[in-house]
């Protein structure tokens, strides 16, 4: 048994050194706005700093987006990812739509159905994702799934770096994936909002009746894509080609949530730094989903915090910043991917039984090794090397000074617990 110890489980990235990374250009805002006797503490709009919301939906959905220009895009400060889709959450179930129903990948991250049970949602499925078999993404399961979904379902989809896989769709597979859930849905603008305000609480009242009645056609369900993006330019260094899969949905015309997360991209972990995107069909129903979404935002935290969305805000408004912020999110991208790689690299020299191009193929923080609930359990008694048990590890607890053990540690416990039925499928 081994005194080494290998943490495995990180969701934060980390040095070569094993270290929290400050990004520079963070560390450096920081101290100008420290420095800036302009800035106070008062609280934000309820809605949040518009200057960091107007940057991050920009971010993604690129500038020169047509619903951007066409004024049909709402942005909403949050508490994180996880803020951003609990309000959403709240939203698409007790305002008006009265979504009941929520599909997530299996696997997924563990917070998503918490999120969406705890906002009032009344029954949480799944649709097949991960073949554990071929190790890759099971499309025509996927697929299947969403053709089977019952009417007023929300569909969660991970836009990149799916966690806890590391195994994203192709853009041609995003297309067969927007194709199913274009056909099966309906938008606001099948609904006429009508709202009033009583002045001094500023509170908006949603009053709303149907334009027009459900479509009666069996395909046709009502599904709402409702996006998840933790980590634009850091999956694979590239901020454009991380959202594709969002721009690809709104470029269709499909109404759509995003809720986007600036903890890993920026290493704001602590500072819970994050947006709602809403994307509308006509920007007439704009200011009635505002309202109902500063309902939402009132009831639950009031107001957002200051500190690390300013951070943002000044970082993604100044094009030096942004430069310097995008340099350093390809060195945590690109030193993933080289771990990714010489992960792979040492277990085929070693002559691991099966096949571990998977883990180069995969994306962003984690990997879904393909070792069972049995190897992952030896690799912690024996070599203290900690994972969960579905054999998921994350990149970011490997470094030059432990790969090397990882690799032979790995390679000594598929030899001691061979999946034969796996290898032989590989």
Not at 75 to 99: C, D, K, N, P
Not at 150 to 156: G, H, T
Not at 175 to 185: G, L
Not at 376 to 395: C, F, Q, T, W
Request: negative net charge; proline residues 4%; hydrophobic residues 35%.
């Amino acid at each position: 048994m081994s005194s080494d110890r290998l943490c495995q489980s990180y969701s934060a990235y980390r040095t070569d050194e094993g270290e929290p990374w400050v990004l520079p250009v963070v560390r450096r805002t920081e101290l100008q706005m420290a420095a800036d006797e302009e800035l106070n503490h008062e609280y934000l709009p309820v809605l949040g700093l518009g200057s960091f919301s107007s940057a991050a939906t920009s971010l993604l959905l690129g500038a020169d987006n047509a619903a951007l220009l066409e004024g049909r895009v709402l942005g909403v400060q949050t508490v994180s990812g996880s803020g951003a889709i609990r309000v959403g959450a709240e939203f698409l179930t007790r305002h008006v739509l009265h979504y009941g129903t929520f599909y997530t990948s299996s696997p997924t991250f563990i917070n998503h159905a918490l999120l969406f049970l705890s906002a009032g949602f009344v029954e949480h499925r799944e649709y097949k994702y991960w073949d554990d078999n071929r190790r890759t993404l099971d499309l025509e399961g996927f697929l299947e799934n969403l053709r089977e979904a019952p009417e007023n379902s929300v569909v969660v989809l991970h836009a990149c770096a799916h966690n806890p896989t590391g195994c994203d769709p192709t853009h041609e597979q995003w297309e067969k994936i927007a194709d199913v859930i274009e056909i099966t849905s309906i938008g606001l603008d099948d609904f006429i909002p009508m709202f009033t305000f009583m002045e001094g609480e500023r509170i908006a009242v949603q009053c709303w009746r149907e334009e027009t009645k459900r479509k009666t056609k069996e395909e046709e369900r009502n599904l709402f894509p409702f996006f998840d993006i933790a980590y634009q330019g850091f999956a694979s260094g590239d901020l454009d080609d991380d959202a594709w899969a969002v721009r690809h949905f709104v470029n269709r015309g499909m109404e759509l949530f995003c809720a986007q997360s600036f903890s890993k991209n920026f290493g704001l972990y602590n500072e819970r730094v994050g947006n709602l995107t809403v994307v509308l069909k006509d920007k007439k129903h704009l200011e009635a989903v505002k309202s109902q979404i500063t309902l939402t935002v009132r009831g639950m935290y009031s107001n957002p915090p200051n500190h690390g969305g300013r951070i943002v805000a000044t970082i993604l408004n100044n094009p030096q910043l942004k430069e310097e912020w995008k340099e350093s999110i390809r060195t945590m991208a690109n030193r993933i991917l080289s771990l990714r790689s010489g992960l792979k690299e040492r277990l085929q020299r070693l002559g691991t039984p099966g096949n571990w191009d998977h883990i180069s193929s995969q994306i962003g923080m984690f990997s879904y090794t393909g070792l069972t609930r049995q190897q992952a359990a030896h690799l912690k008694e024996h070599y203290h090397i900690y994972m969960l048990p579905s054999g998921r590890i994350s990149m970011c607890g490997i470094n030059s000074s432990n790969i090397e053990y990882l690799s032979q540690s790995i390679h000594d416990t598929v030899l001691l617990y061979p999946n034969n039925e796996r290898q032989h499928k590989l």
